[in-house]
């Protein structure tokens, strides 16, 4: 039984640059949901999909940042044009039916 | 936004000392859920709970739902080195709608001195 996975798990980019994030949910769970957690915080919520559908983003999501699900599986997250402020841990989250939410273990964006 | 308040902040303990730290909001939530998240890593569940008044143990983690579903409470007993972290609580705002987002306080943050 394997858990959330998260890819890469460290990312340094510069300012500027485009990256990408993957998250591979538990296998049976139709809910994914992506955070933002910066030190201090708790995690602020960005972006949920129900299978393939985008059903709600944050306001936090700005216009560079977009995120997908195309089979109703895996998922990713892309920033363009990477700000200083946008380096965080990003998680990956995701649920059945329920309100219970697991989560992989991050990717951690560092952007010089 | 809505959020979450955490109490304490932070706890600097003795290991085998119990914990406890509890967690209120403004307003009426339907569920609780309890994280640890360790330096590095994502939050890990610890605790779920659905009914106002019930109290969930998990080890020697025990939580409560707050009778006025307004709070909840973390306790932790007869702690150890491991148990160092951040404790989070989280549940879906009241407009949560059908979409299961949730809404997280700030952390405690528990040192334990062996």
């Known amino acids: 039984d394997t858990g959330v996975s998260q890819d890469p798990r460290h990312k340094i980019t510069k300012r500027g640059q485009n990256v990408t994030f993957r998250c591979d949910p538990i296998?049976?769970?139709?809910?994914l949901y992506w955070y933002r957690q910066t030190l201090g915080q708790g995690p602020e919520f960005l972006t949920y999909f129900q299978n393939e559908a985008q059903l709600e983003k944050s306001r936090l999501l700005s216009d560079r940042f977009s995120a997908e699900r195309p089979k109703g599986s895996f998922s990713t997250l892309e920033i363009q044009r990477t700000e200083q402020g946008d380096s965080a841990m990003y998680l990956c989250a995701s649920s059945k039916q329920g309100y219970e939410q697991y989560f992989g273990p991050g990717t951690r964006l560092t952007v010089t | 936004g809505q959020q979450l308040n955490q109490s304490p902040q932070s706890m600097f303990i003795q290991e085998g000392e119990d914990v406890s730290m509890n967690c209120t909001s403004s307003?009426?939530?339907?569920?609780w859920l309890w994280y640890k998240q360790d330096p590095g890593e994502g939050p890990v569940l610890l605790i779920a709970l659905y009914k106002a008044g019930e109290l969930t143990s998990n080890g020697r983690l025990t939580a409560q739902f707050g009778i006025t579903r307004k709070d909840s409470f973390l306790n932790i007993s007869a702690s150890i080195p491991s148990d160092v972290g951040i404790y989070f609580c989280?549940?879906?705002?009241?407009?949560?709608?059908?979409?299961?987002?949730?809404?997280w306080g700030l952390g405690t943050s528990l040192a334990v001195n062996p």
């Open positions: 989280a549940g879906p705002p009241y407009n949560a709608g059908n979409n299961r987002k949730l809404i």
């Open positions: 307003s009426i939530f339907n569920t």
């Open positions: 296998s049976e769970h139709n809910r």
